[in-house]
């Protein structure tokens, strides 16, 4: 009982929390407008996909039909038999292919040439690195003539050479690793110098595992810009078994009609891969892009 009584005692009673405080934890009107309109905002961009994914199980006149039939009430998978009666799963192979290739290929000289400029000192590295920032302005389509010319020499038209290879030097991912890279202390490369690391090594060992993130967000930008690219690869194959998928479900369509839930179930399937690769590299994509806007 004592021990019981010198327990109360010595308990002090938690202060009530005041109203001043109640209103500093609760939410306030701005914030819940805020909140409202993030929602709706993030509905407003599902939406495509919402209507990409039920499109894809409606009939031709019911995918056409005013006013709109929001959800299909008699679901059908005729659109996915006609889709594979034509050669999805090559386009589909022939999209990954010059997509993961791609992403290899630029994360991998980006970084090196990211390194180089932000830590590595030579005349000309500022001139190099303008030129690099320069080249993000030029539109795709101003270097497109010179592009197929030069594949044409090469006789590189209608391959993966020719889809993969004048891809993989994206001025944006040189941009990227760059900045990421001067984060980097130069202390630690130094370090590591002085007790016998290579100059591979060190990029191997010690830049690549600290370049993660940024190099996770650049492999989700890059494979999303190769898979959706269109105009680019239109103009570098020729024959129905190097088509890429979206330019495979292009042919689809007719000269008088467009099935259109053909075209959605296609569209569907086309969005997956992308899916995937944001659910894969999501952790290191939003670390990127946070360090990117700390240390920008």
Not at 28 to 43: C, K
Not at 57 to 79: E, G, R, S, Y
Not at 95 to 120: D, Q
């Given at each position: 009982m004592m021990f019981s009584s010198n327990v109360k005692t010595n308990q002090r009673?938690?202060?009530?929390?005041?109203?001043?405080?109640?209103?500093?934890?609760?939410?306030?009107?701005?914030?819940?407008?805020?909140?409202?309109?993030?929602?709706?905002?993030g509905l407003l961009f599902l939406f495509p996909f919402y209507w990409i994914v039920t499109g894809a199980f409606k009939v031709q006149n019911v995918a056409v039909a005013i006013p709109p039939q929001w959800f299909p009430t008699d679901p059908?998978?005729?659109?996915?038999?006609?889709?594979?009666?034509?050669p999805v799963w090559r386009w589909g192979f022939n999209s990954f292919f010059v997509a993961a290739?791609?992403?290899?290929?630029?994360?991998?000289?980006?970084?090196?040439?990211?390194?180089v400029l932000?830590?590595?000192?030579?005349?000309?590295?500022?001139?190099?690195?303008?030129?690099?920032?320069?080249?993000?302005?030029?539109?795709k389509q101003v270097i497109l003539v010179p592009l197929f010319t030069m594949l044409a020499d090469l006789n590189w038209i209608d391959t993966y050479k020719g889809l993969v290879?004048?891809?993989?030097?994206?001025?944006?991912?040189?941009?990227?690793?760059?900045?990421?890279?001067?984060?980097?202390?130069?202390?630690?490369?130094?370090?590591?110098?002085?007790?016998?690391?290579?100059?591979?090594?060190?990029?191997?060992?010690?830049?690549?595992?600290?370049?993660?993130?940024?190099?996770?967000?650049?492999?989700?930008?890059?494979f999303i810009n190769a898979w959706n690219d269109y105009f680019s690869?239109?103009?570098?194959?020729?024959?129905?078994?190097?088509m890429t998928l979206p330019l495979g479900l292009a042919t689809l369509q007719g000269e008088y009609t467009t099935p259109y839930g053909v075209l959605m179930a296609g569209a569907a399937l086309a969005s997956l891969p992308m899916i995937l690769i944001f659910l894969l590299f999501q952790k290191a994509f939003t670390q990127g892009i946070t360090m990117g806007a700390v240390k920008g």
């Amino acid at each position: 009982m004592m021990f019981s009584s010198n327990v109360k005692t010595n308990q002090r009673p938690r202060p009530l929390a005041s109203r001043a405080d109640l209103r500093k934890k609760a939410p306030g009107f701005s914030t819940i407008i805020a909140n409202l309109l993030l929602v709706l905002l993030g509905l407003l961009f599902l939406f495509p996909f919402y209507w990409i994914v039920t499109g894809a199980f409606k009939v031709q006149n019911v995918a056409v039909a005013i006013p709109p039939q929001w959800f299909p009430t008699d679901p059908t998978l005729d659109n996915f038999r006609v889709l594979f009666k034509n050669p999805v799963w090559r386009w589909g192979f022939n999209s990954f292919f010059v997509a993961a290739s791609e992403m290899i290929g630029v994360c991998l000289t980006a970084s090196m040439a990211g390194y180089v400029l932000a830590k590595k000192f030579f005349p000309g590295r500022k001139f190099i690195f303008i030129l690099f920032v320069s080249a993000m302005a030029l539109p795709k389509q101003v270097i497109l003539v010179p592009l197929f010319t030069m594949l044409a020499d090469l006789n590189w038209i209608d391959t993966y050479k020719g889809l993969v290879l004048p891809a993989i030097g994206w001025p944006f991912g040189v941009f990227l690793m760059k900045q990421f890279a001067q984060t980097i202390p130069s202390e630690l490369m130094e370090a590591a110098k002085m007790d016998g690391c290579s100059e591979v090594r060190l990029f191997g060992t010690i830049i690549l595992p600290l370049l993660k993130p940024a190099l996770g967000a650049l492999a989700i930008f890059t494979f999303i810009n190769a898979w959706n690219d269109y105009f680019s690869q239109l103009i570098i194959t020729r024959s129905t078994p190097m088509m890429t998928l979206p330019l495979g479900l292009a042919t689809l369509q007719g000269e008088y009609t467009t099935p259109y839930g053909v075209l959605m179930a296609g569209a569907a399937l086309a969005s997956l891969p992308m899916i995937l690769i944001f659910l894969l590299f999501q952790k290191a994509f939003t670390q990127g892009i946070t360090m990117g806007a700390v240390k920008g």
